[in-house]
């Protein structure tokens, strides 16, 4: 199995702090993803990096990836309330069609 | 949510009763997943299709099947539902593009075999 794991399982912080969390997996990919889950709903896409790519933002989200470690970590600065969910990635298999969840982590921002 | 929706939201059901939950894009995607998931093993991917009548298995397939009559519906079926099947289960549409490759999940639906 590819599945990634995320580190840590869980993570508990006051708002206003950064959150990072990490992930890692098993075989090449093309890309990895980042999904964030709320309690009882589904996944929510948050930010794709490209196996060519090291690092990249998208507002508050900050994505590094190290294909020769085989990790990546997902970076949430001035963490809210509102952030507080699950975060799991996603890996796909070179030329495949099939994704890789990891076992997520579960964020508590603390107001 | 790319118009997904999943039916039925919530069923209990008994073992050894077949069950089929039925996902529906409104945006003709080609790929369609169907994930479980179970407290410690976040997603895992049961069957996914990549066109109508076109489907392959996932990481977790035994015990369920699929179909793909038409490019907007995905059914998921378990011939004779387990105890261990239990969970919540997850349709996914992907999206890719020069871009981005994104998947856009369903609500999810809760199923409890007793």
């Known amino acids: 199995s590819q599945q990634g794991e995320e580190d840590p399982q869980a993570l508990s912080i006051q708002e206003g702090e950064n959150a990072t969390m990490n992930c890692s997996y098993k075989?090449?990919?093309?890309?990895l993803q980042w999904y964030r889950q709320n309690s009882g709903r589904g996944l929510v896409h948050l930010i794709l990096?490209?196996?060519?790519?090291r690092e990249k933002h998208s507002g508050r989200l900050r994505v590094t990836l190290d294909t020769s470690k085989k990790s990546s970590s997902l970076l949430i600065t001035a963490s809210r309330a509102a952030d507080t969910a699950s975060y799991f990635c996603?890996?796909?298999?070179?030329?495949?069609?099939?994704?890789?969840f990891g076992t997520g982590t579960s964020l508590t921002v603390i107001p | 949510d790319a118009g997904i929706t999943q039916s039925p939201r919530h069923k209990v059901t008994e073992t050894g009763t077949p069950v089929t939950l039925r996902c529906h894009q409104t945006e003709n995607h080609r790929y369609m997943y169907w994930y479980r998931q179970d407290p410690g093993h976040g997603l895992r991917l049961i069957h996914y299709s990549y066109g109508v009548k076109d489907t392959d298995k996932g990481e977790v397939s035994d015990g369920y099947s699929v179909s793909r009559s038409k490019t907007e519906d995905f059914l998921l079926t378990l011939e004779s539902a387990t105890s261990s099947q239990t969970s919540v289960y997850f349709c996914?549409?992907?999206?890719?593009?020069?871009?981005?490759?994104?998947?856009?999940f369903g609500p999810g639906t809760r199923l409890t075999v007793l």
């Open positions: 075989t090449s990919i093309n890309n």
């Open positions: 996603a890996t796909d298999a070179k030329g495949g069609n099939q994704f890789y």
């Open positions: 996914a549409i992907r999206k890719t593009g020069l871009v981005n490759d994104t998947q856009y």
């Open positions: 990096i490209r196996s060519n790519e």
